[in-house]
Antibody, heavy 119, light 109 residues
Framework: EVQLVESGGALVKPGTSLRLSCQAS????????MTWVRQAPGKGPEWVAR??????????DYAAPVKGRFTISRDDSKSTLYLQMNSLQTEDTAVYYC??????????WGHGTLVTVSP | QSALTQPPSASGSPGQSVTISCTGT?????????VSWYQQHPGKVPKLIIY???KRPSGVPDRFSGSKSGNTASLTVSGLQAEDEADYYC?????????FGGGTKLAVL
């Protein structure tokens, strides 16, 4: 059974940094493209970032609102996905989900971790 | 404003069929056969119910079906059941990104 467990969410002030982690199990992590998706309170999901396989160069892509501030990375030896978030803004407040990714669809989702950015 | 446009609400009675539309552009829906749909019950994690326009993951009832014409995709729920009441989100591959719709709240009257 695929399991994705996010951690690292917290209440932080604007301008600070936070790193999210996603521990994966139940599938071959190093053969899976992965993404981060966020969902602000009362809003729909918003794609945040994507990372390809290590053997494909670990290419990354980002949504416009986070480009230059967020960095997605992976450690295949630990089956763990990361999201480094810098210069956090109040608009970044959301539940952050780790998901598998294939041809544009997100099959498996974690339960999410809440990030609250507030003065 | 979401990249893909969905009606904010839809409704139907038990046993009826309801279709939810999702309109994008030639850079997303119209350019690829990679449209997906997600169902989300209150307080729950989104669940994939349709991928690659028409395919259903294992375990998703065949009451759920998807289609696409040009820049518009559609999700049809046939034989509505009470448990189908939820928010539904469309999504599309868009090259180097993924875009979502704003969501449709489906009410089963």
């Amino acid at each position: 059974e695929v399991q994705l467990v996010e951690s690292g969410g917290a209440l932080v002030k604007p301008g600070t940094s936070l790193r999210l982690s996603c521990q994966a199990s139940g599938f071959t992590f190093n053969e899976a493209w992965m993404t981060w998706v966020r969902q602000a309170p009362g809003k729909g999901p918003e794609w945040v970032a994507r990372i390809s396989l290590h053997r494909d160069g670990g290419a990354t892509d980002y949504a416009a609102p986070v480009k230059g501030r967020f960095t997605i990375s992976r450690d295949d030896s630990k089956s763990t996905l990361y999201l480094q978030m810098n210069s956090l803004q109040t608009e970044d407040t959301a539940v952050y989900y780790c998901t598998t990714y294939l041809r544009g669809y997100l099959e498996s989702w974690g339960h999410g971790t809440l990030v609250t950015v507030s003065p | 404003q979401s990249a893909l446009t969905q009606p904010p609400s839809a409704s139907g009675s038990p046993g009826q069929s309801v279709t939810i539309s999702c309109t994008g552009t030639s850079s997303d829906i119209g350019g690829y056969n990679y449209v997906s749909w997600y169902q989300q019950h209150p307080g729950k994690v989104p669940k994939l119910i349709i991928y690659e326009v028409t395919k259903r993951p294992s375990g998703v009832p065949d009451r759920f079906s998807g289609s696409k014409s040009g820049n518009t995709a559609s999700l049809t729920v046939s034989g509505l059941q009470a448990e189908d009441e939820a928010d539904y989100y469309c999504s599309s591959y868009a090259g180097r990104s993924v875009v979502f719709g704003g969501g449709t709240k489906l009410a089963v009257l």
